[in-house]
């Protein structure tokens, strides 16, 4: 029986350079050039020469049909840690981890044992920057800060008009008058007090990225796409002249935002909501036409409902009639005023009926009957 297999085999480990992912099996293989077997000159062995070394997952991947992260993480450039599964034949390199570290070097697309993808003047693509390998968003030091943040910072959009309510010269008595004063919000400031080591960040090569930031009193969950989108919940103490944020969720969407659902949908606000709409705003109630879905709106006691058109005209149609009901007064101020009815009209009044018409009080009939 050959005694020539892993587990008997004297351990052979090794440390080296990521210089190709694009494994022909899409198997998350990664060619190695290994520090001591290999040469660094890519001409007597070129990075298309080099062995395939596959990777070892943690036990949250499963490794098999597709559950669990792909192995598809590590880039050109990185270096990592492995072993030789076949001993001392050193054909079959396994990766067992990555090695972050301080780089002191850009890389040099020429020379061996460093990413051979070039961004300019044969400088690698990676390392992107000087410095600590650990995410700047993981570190946050204040004279290393990520672009993100500055991104997050400068796209903040403030002065954000709410509706307002005011028709006061209409009225003979501007006492009587309803008004909602003119209000603005700003958006949420983006808050970063992450300390290292709590916040945990992941960041794809284009620049999406999610933090799950433990940091004492200021824990955050934050979810950012390259393009600008995001969402964030945010818990932040106060004091210091800032304001608490406990619990705080802030959506952000740089482009179009599709929502659909199958079945029901429920929503309560505690407290206030202010919507503005910079285009055109359609409801459409009732799409299936199917008997007794009413759009109903009910106002609690002591509040009104305002409605302001600033230049153009209230309309109304409804095929089946309009019904208006007030237990107090019913008061019309307009311009002029002209009332078409197709067919009849009819006036009851219980009480005292008054028309004071400064202007001369026409009435045309055929016959005109007066009672």
Same mark, same amino acid.
């Given at each position: 029986?050959s005694? +020539?297999?892993i587990g008997?085999?004297?351990?052979?480990w090794?440390?080296?350079?990521?210089e190709?992912?694009?494994?022909?099996?899409k198997?998350g $293989?990664?060619q190695?050039r290994?520090?001591?077997?290999?040469?660094? @000159?890519?001409?007597d062995?070129?990075?298309a020469?080099? #062995?395939?070394?596959s990777?070892?997952?943690?036990?949250? =991947?499963?490794?098999? +049909?597709?559950i669990?992260n792909?192995?598809?993480?590590v880039?050109e450039g990185?270096?990592?840690?492995?072993?030789? $599964?076949?001993g001392?034949d050193? #054909?079959e390199?396994?990766?067992?981890?990555?090695l972050p570290?301080i780089v002191e070097?850009?890389?040099?697309t020429?020379?061996?044992?460093?990413?051979?993808?070039?961004?300019t003047d044969?400088?690698?693509?990676?390392p992107k $920057?000087?410095?600590s390998?650990?995410?700047?968003?993981a570190?946050?030091?204040?004279?290393? #800060?990520?672009t993100h943040t500055?991104?997050?910072t400068?796209?903040?959009?403030r002065?954000i008009?709410?509706?307002s309510f005011?028709?006061?010269?209409?009225f003979?008595?501007p006492?009587l008058?309803? +008004?909602v004063?003119a209000d603005?919000? =700003?958006?949420p400031?983006?808050?970063?007090?992450?300390?290292?080591?709590?916040n945990?960040v992941?960041? !794809?090569e284009s620049g999406?990225i999610t933090?799950? =930031?433990? !940091?004492?009193?200021?824990?955050?969950?934050?979810?950012?796409?390259?393009?600008?989108t995001?969402i964030?919940?945010i818990n !932040?103490?106060?004091?210091?002249?800032q304001?608490?944020r406990?619990?705080e969720?802030?959506?952000?969407?740089v482009?179009?935002y599709?929502s659909s659902?199958?079945k029901? +949908?429920?929503?309560?606000?505690?407290?206030h909501?202010d919507?503005?709409v910079?285009?055109h705003y359609?409801l459409l109630?009732?799409?299936q036409g199917?008997?007794?879905?009413?759009?109903t709106?009910?106002v609690?006691?002591g509040?009104?409902i305002n409605?302001?058109i600033?230049?153009?005209?209230l309309?109304?149609f409804?095929?089946?009639?309009?019904q208006?009901?007030?237990?107090?007064?019913?008061n019309?101020?307009?311009?002029?005023?002209?009332?078409?009815?197709l067919?009849?009209k009819?006036? @009851?009044?219980?009480?005292v009926y !008054?028309e004071n018409v400064l202007?001369a009080n026409?009435?045309?009939?055929n016959?005109l009957?007066?009672n």
């Amino acid at each position: 029986m050959s005694e +020539s297999f892993i587990g008997v085999t004297q351990f052979i480990w090794f440390v080296g350079v990521v210089e190709s992912r694009d494994d022909p099996l899409k198997a998350g $293989r990664l060619q190695v050039r290994i520090l001591g077997h290999h040469t660094p @000159n890519k001409v007597d062995l070129p990075t298309a020469d080099l #062995q395939w070394a596959s990777p070892v997952l943690s036990l949250t =991947d499963g490794g098999i +049909s597709g559950i669990g992260n792909s192995p598809t993480w590590v880039p050109e450039g990185t270096h990592v840690m492995g072993y030789f $599964r076949d001993g001392m034949d050193r #054909q079959e390199p396994v990766i067992l981890g990555v090695l972050p570290g301080i780089v002191e070097e850009l890389g040099n697309t020429n020379v061996g044992f460093y990413d051979p993808n070039a961004i300019t003047d044969n400088i690698s693509k990676y390392p992107k $920057r000087l410095g600590s390998d650990v995410n700047q968003l993981a570190r946050n030091d204040s004279d290393d #800060q990520h672009t993100h943040t500055t991104i997050k910072t400068q796209s903040r959009i403030r002065g954000i008009a709410v509706a307002s309510f005011g028709v006061g010269e209409l009225f003979p008595n501007p006492e009587l008058s309803p +008004s909602v004063a003119a209000d603005t919000w =700003d958006e949420p400031e983006y808050t970063h007090n992450s300390k290292y080591p709590f916040n945990h960040v992941m960041e !794809t090569e284009s620049g999406h990225i999610t933090e799950f =930031d433990d !940091t004492p009193d200021y824990e955050r969950i934050h979810l950012y796409h390259r393009a600008g989108t995001s969402i964030e919940m945010i818990n !932040t103490p106060g004091g210091d002249g800032q304001q608490s944020r406990l619990g705080e969720r802030v959506d952000k969407t740089v482009g179009d935002y599709y929502s659909s659902k199958d079945k029901n +949908s429920q929503e309560i606000i505690q407290f206030h909501k202010d919507e503005t709409v910079g285009g055109h705003y359609k409801l459409l109630v009732n799409q299936q036409g199917l008997p007794n879905q009413h759009f109903t709106i009910q106002v609690g006691a002591g509040s009104n409902i305002n409605l302001q058109i600033d230049s153009g005209s209230l309309n109304l149609f409804a095929t089946a009639g309009i019904q208006m009901f007030t237990a107090g007064d019913f008061n019309l101020t307009c311009a002029n005023y002209e009332l078409n009815a197709l067919g009849n009209k009819t006036e @009851n009044v219980s009480g005292v009926y !008054t028309e004071n018409v400064l202007g001369a009080n026409i009435k045309r009939g055929n016959p005109l009957k007066l009672n």
